[in-house]
């Protein structure tokens, strides 16, 4: 059974720093599609990052050269190194999975995620 938890959010001054983590069971994360995603109140969930074939990454344009995505196979865990946080960051972070690394190009789609975890909440004050 494929399970998702993540962890590490918390509330953070601007500027500061967060590392989240997601915690995979059922499966190997490094044969699958890997993501990160975040969702504010009333707005739509918006995929952030990801880690696809070869281990190649994608940002989107929000995060990128603050936010890093890793992983680290021998704990089957997924990253997000976060820095140089602005209130705009605050939202619901969920971590995402699907099957099948080798087919999938690192892209921002929600639809290309067949899994999700539960969601860790950071809050950015200005």
């Known amino acids: 059974q494929v399970k998702l938890v993540e962890s590490g959010g918390g509330s953070v001054q601007a500027g500061g720093s967060l590392r989240l983590s997601c915690t995979a069971s059922?499966?190997?994360?490094?044969?699958?599609?890997m993501g990160w995603s975040r969702q504010i109140p009333g707005k739509e969930r918006e995929v952030i990052s990801s880690?696809?074939?070869?281990?190649?990454?994608r940002y989107a344009d929000s995060v990128k050269s603050r936010f890093i995505i890793s992983e680290d196979i021998a704990k089957n865990t997924l990253y997000l190194e976060m820095n140089d946080l602005r209130p705009e960051d605050t939202a619901m972070y969920y971590c995402?999975?699907?099957?099948?690394?080798?087919?999938?190009?690192?892209?921002?789609?929600?639809?290309?995620?067949?899994?999700w975890g539960q969601g860790t909440q950071v809050t950015v004050s200005s």
């Open positions: 059922g499966f190997t994360i490094n044969k699958y599609y």
């Open positions: 880690i696809g074939d070869g281990g190649g990454t």
């Open positions: 995402a999975a699907n099957p099948g690394r080798q087919w999938h190009i690192p892209r921002l789609s929600r639809g290309d995620f067949s899994y």
